[in-house]
Nanobody, 124 residues
Framework: QVQLVESGGGSVQAGGSLRLSCVSS????????MGWFRQAPGKEREAVAG??????????ADSVKGRFTISRSRYNAKNTVYLQMNSLKPEDTAMYYC???????????????WGQGTQVTVSS
């Protein structure tokens, strides 16, 4: 079993920055891809960004390209994935979830493991 723990959410004004972190309890092939999803009230969960363990491949939602950067590190068999969010907009307000899967996908149903979520609120 893989446990994911997010941190780093908070409240900022539009144009500000936040950095989210997600620590994975262990590495398995079924968690080779780690990604971020977000869900705003009344909306479906949407993919934000994803990255493979070897950092060879990443993806971003069109709405965050150029503003968000995903990165990953591995230490003591634990993986940590970061989401640097710059130039935040009110529409970025949502609960952000870390997730892991064997392969990256924008479909949340493909992900086997999920964190508890961290709230990001951007005020105008």
């Amino acid at each position: 079993q893989v446990q994911l723990v997010e941190s780093g959410g908070g409240s900022v004004q539009a144009g500000g920055s936040l950095r989210l972190s997600c620590v994975s309890s262990r590495y398995t092939y079924s968690s080779d891809c780690m990604g971020w999803f977000r869900q705003a009230p009344g909306k479906e969960r949407e993919a934000v960004a994803g990255i493979y363990t070897d950092n060879t491949s990443t993806y971003y939602a069109d709405s965050v390209k150029g503003r968000f950067t995903i990165s990953r590190s591995r230490y003591n068999a634990k993986n940590t994935v970061y989401l640097q969010m710059n130039s935040l907009k009110p529409e970025d307000t949502a609960m952000y979830y870390c997730a892991a899967a064997g392969r990256c996908s924008a479909n949340p149903q493909r992900y086997n493991y999920w964190g508890q979520g961290t709230q990001v609120t951007v005020s105008s």
